[in-house]
């Protein structure tokens, strides 16, 4: 029979957020069996592997593939203030699970690529994940916690526009949005498309008063800059303003 070893955790900054109400701020005893990396039995407290920037045992840094001995101290971060988990704009790809398709809508709507389906299962989104190099937004920490999920993000609120706007602190997006690129139904990026081309398609006042055009090649749907233009403009200045 192994003998079971105890080790102290201490989770800081915004990983309290995995922590029930009770044992916020307080370390976290843990006995467990020898072998045990640290990725797990950090897990296995609640904080998903994305969600952390680094790991110091006895005050060194570790990986999450060290294995935690008997009275080890492990001490648990979030990103420091300002630090962006993010640098380079071409992996700001993303992919959504099942119940975050308006925040999905809201991402295409600021140009970003943002893959969803309501009909994705845990084992799909973690392939594409681990296939395609997005990040998963999602509110199932344990789907976060999957060996094939490298980036990814447990959002706080359950509130799309607040949804959108934490994606954007964490991942500093507001230098790269480009509003109106993609379609927001399917997230292929648009392409200007001639008035004459789509007259047949248009209603006879939008016919009359806009002349500019876009359309989406995948799903063939037609963008122009009418009052629903000016709405999602207004709308995408007040979260800027929140960003």
């Known amino acids: 029979m192994s003998i079971l070893r105890t080790a102290n955790f201490v989770f800081h900054g915004a990983l309290q957020d995995f922590r029930p109400d009770s044992e916020r701020n307080l370390p976290v005893q843990l006995t467990f069996q020898p072998g045990q990396t640290c990725k797990h039995l950090v897990e296995s407290l609640g904080a998903p592997h994305t969600e952390i920037a680094q790991v110091r045992v006895n005050g060194e840094v570790v990986d999450f593939s060290y294995q935690v001995r008997d009275g080890d101290q492990v001490e648990v971060y979030p990103p420091g203030p300002g630090q962006l988990w993010e640098s380079d704009p071409a992996r700001l790809r993303f992919v959504l699970d099942n119940h975050l398709g308006k925040l999905a809508v809201y991402l ?90 789509i007259l047949h398609r248009l209603q006879p006042l939008t016919r009359l008063y806009f002349d500019d055009y876009s359309i989406c090649p995948g799903c063939e749907r037609i963008y122009w800059k009418g009052s629903h233009y000016q709405r999602m403009s207004g709308f995408i200045e007040e979260l800027k303003a929140n960003f």
């Open 108 to 197: 295409r709507m600021l140009g970003f690529d943002a893959v969803y389906r309501n009909d994705f299962d845990d084992q799909a989104l973690a392939e594409i994940c681990q296939e395609q190099g997005r990040i998963l937004l999602t509110r199932d920490r344990r789907l976060l916690m999957r060996s094939q999920v490298q980036r990814g993000y447990w959002l706080r609120s359950k509130t799309p526009r607040l949804q959108v706007i934490e994606v954007a602190r964490r991942y500093g997006l507001q230098a790269h949005i480009r509003p109106f690129d993609r379609c927001m139904g399917c997230n292929t990026p648009l392409q200007p498309v001639k008035k004459e081309d």
